[in-house]
């Protein structure tokens, strides 16, 4: 026979079981990023193709990480201290965007690449997550940053980023090297 509503609690358990989020898992599978990077490298074409319509100049200049990739001090880096210059990075650039993307009417033109550009950015934040990269306390030591001062140029240095310091991590992350 059984006990009068225990099937319907298991029901109602395993639905709420199956609702719960799932912790993130690392996502090793280098077509994605190179999906990203692509997509990132279109982004930048399609703000080429329009700065050549319109004036790519921002009305506020803004302030991102340099990217270039010191590859002997990265691969002595240990694990947290990458994970901490991607994050740092990917903040950097994160609020670039949303400070762009702010400079309205002049942004207008440029308003869907700004757009997709932030949701790329919150789901390489997601895939750092799901690789358990903790985004640690800044350093001391003051970071290399750059000054932007055209659409372009943020576009170049975000698929820059992607393609170096987060493609590096990840590529790390998943092969296990690193310390």
């Known amino acids: 026979m059984g006990i009068p509503g225990l099937t319907p609690f298991l029901l109602i358990l395993g639905f709420l079981a199956s609702a719960l989020p799932a912790p993130l898992r690392p996502l090793c599978d280098q ?3 190179d999906k990203f ?3 990132a490298g279109k982004l930048e074409s399609e703000i080429v193709e329009l700065c ?10 803004v302030t991102v990480l340099d990217t270039r990739v010191n590859f002997p001090a990265w691969n002595a880096m240990n694990r947290s201290r990458q994970a901490s210059e991607v994050w740092r990075g990917l903040s950097f650039l994160s609020a670039a965007v949303r400070q762009v993307r702010s400079q309205q009417p ?4 440029f308003l869907r690449q700004l757009e997709v550009g932030e949701s790329y950015l919150r789901s390489i934040r997601e895939i750092l997550r799901g690789h358990s990269a903790q985004a640690a306390p800044h350093d001391e030591i003051s970071p290399r940053t750059l000054t932007v001062q055209t659409v372009n140029k943020l576009f170049s240095v975000y698929s820059s980023f992607l393609r170096g310091k987060v493609n590096l991590f990840i590529a790390g992350a998943c092969t296990g090297s690193g310390r």
């Not at 050549?52 to 200049?61: A, D, N, Q, V």
């Not at 002049?106 to 033109?109: F, G, I, L, N, T």
């Open 52 to 61: 050549g319509r319109t004036s790519c100049s921002l009305p506020e200049h």
């Open 106 to 109: 002049a942004m207008q033109p």
């Open 37 to 39: 990077i692509q997509d």
């Open 31 to 33: 077509s994605v990023m």
